[in-house]
């Protein structure tokens, strides 16, 4: 499973989230490199690539950059990293690592506490349009 897609970078995302949604669309909508695919955290492949990360989704339910065989991030330090690789004015987002996780990790939490009750929830997780369904694993 992450051999094949060890040329890429993964985006586990809560596909029932409408801000999740959106950053979805958004990083679709910047990836010029072709550098992410995605899945939802509810999806059998987002389960399969949890599971092997061993990562318990009942404390990190929103956003993990997965690697394949390198590394993962989650919370802020995935945020971060995905915006890194939109290149431009986006490297800005770098200077935020001058703050320990911890510290960018409490503004993180409070936003993803708080995402279904400020932007809502789907019933279902996103289905992609045929020209993204690529994007999609």
């Known amino acids: 499973m992450t051999d094949l897609y060890k040329d890429k970078k993964i985006i586990l ?3 029932v989230c409408n801000f999740c949604n959106d950053a979805v669309l958004k990083v679709l909508k910047y990836d010029k ?3 992410f695919l995605f899945t939802s955290l509810q999806s059998d492949t ?3 690539i949890v599971n092997h990360l061993r990562i318990d ?3 990190i339910d929103s956003i993990i950059l997965y690697e394949p065989n390198v590394s993962y991030d989650i919370k802020s330090s995935a945020a971060l990293k995905i915006m890194n690789d939109f290149g431009g ?3 800005l987002s770098q200077l935020f690592f001058i703050f320990p996780s911890p510290f960018r990790n409490v503004i993180y939490d409070y936003i993803a506490k708080n995402r279904y009750r400020w932007f809502g929830k789907k019933e279902e997780c996103m289905i992609p349009t045929q020209e993204i369904k690529d994007k999609f694993i």
Do not use: L, V
């Open 33 to 35: 490199k072709n550098t």
């Open 57 to 59: 989704t009942s404390k």
């Open 46 to 48: 987002g389960k399969e």
């Open 13 to 15: 995302f809560d596909g």
């Open 89 to 91: 004015i986006w490297k």
